[in-house]
């Protein structure tokens, strides 16, 4: 039985991991600044234990925090970019009192998971662990497709509609996504202990696929209806987008960091280490839609 400690619950990836990262021989624990506003938010059974500990002002609840013998901590990217200065140093600082929790608990042992939109400003991460002598891993990941994902979440309304409007240098970019439940399975499988050690790793999906692709098998598990495709420019693109589909303001901001910075990543690193398969994204967007 390996026991984890994993932090960053209040985004996408943090809290479904809080209902689907616990398996048979898999014990997590997961730390939460506000419990009752998470118990709100969350949408599935929570199978971890969780406790509330706010890793920013600290205070009685993290003093007093106590758990031993984990194998190793899992830290989600929790703030929404590491190019904002501000938001850096939030991070920074709760990531370090998270790796002093662990030290506490007698671990030092690291996996930080960060998006591919954070690639190019990891190095004051990798500094505070060199400086912090911790045994880490950075796992830089393509975005992700489930349940609530913001991909989903804007399939969903465009589906809505009889007609999709698009601009085709979006719905013919291609890139490699990963199935959600597949990120949790393969945190599960790597060998962490002995391995990655103080290197930055890639995981990305193991199909190629276009915008329009991913939309077409989501659009088959969800609607029987065919669509009338339109193509248009950018700039009505965007303005049907958000006034004729209703998608909000962070879910468009969201995606716009997507198309930005998805790109085909390669996963020879660690894959010369632990096999893994994939789920087929035909079935899997079926399964978790």
């Not at 671990?107 to 912090?132: G, Q, S």
């Not at 913001?150 to 698009?166: D, E, G, W």
Request: proline letters at 2%; a positive charge.
């Amino acid at each position: 039985m390996k026991k984890v400690l994993i932090s960053g619950l209040n985004t996408y990836l943090g809290r479904r991991a809080s209902c689907y990262l616990q398996s048979s021989d898999f014990d997590v624990t997961g730390l939460v600044r506000n419990l009752s506003l998470f118990n709100r938010i969350v949408k599935e059974q929570v199978t971890a234990k969780l406790f509330e500990l706010d890793l920013l002002r600290k205070g009685e609840a993290y003093e007093n925090f106590e758990i031993s013998d984990i194998n190793f901590g899992i830290y989600f990217t929790q703030v929404p970019s590491l190019d904002n200065d501000i938001q850096l140093q939030l991070e920074l600082l709760g990531l370090r009192n998270f790796v002093e929790l662990c030290k506490r608990a007698g671990n030092n042992r690291i996996i930080y998971v960060a998006r591919l939109m954070d690639e190019d400003f990891l190095e004051p991460v990798r500094n505070l662990f060199e400086n912090l002598r911790v045994k880490y891993t950075i796992v830089i990941k393509s975005s992700v497709v489930g349940k609530e994902s913001v991909l989903n979440r804007i399939f969903a309304k465009l589906a809505r509609r009889q007609t999709i409007f698009y601009w085709n240098w979006v719905a013919s970019l291609k890139f490699r996504p990963l199935p959600l439940l597949d990120v949790y399975r393969w945190l599960r499988e790597m060998p962490w202990e002995n391995n990655f050690i103080s290197e930055v790793i890639y995981l990305g999906g193991n199909e190629e696929m276009t915008f329009r692709g991913l939309f077409y098998h989501f659009l088959n598990c969800s609607s029987e209806r065919p669509k009338k495709e339109i193509g248009v420019n950018k700039f009505f693109a965007k303005l049907l987008l958000t006034r004729l589909n209703d998608i909000n303001k962070e879910d468009i901001d969201e995606f716009r960091r997507v198309l930005y910075y998805e790109k085909n990543v390669d996963n020879t690193t660690w894959q010369k280490i632990q096999a893994f398969e994939f789920t087929p994204l035909k079935t899997y967007v079926c399964l978790d839609t």
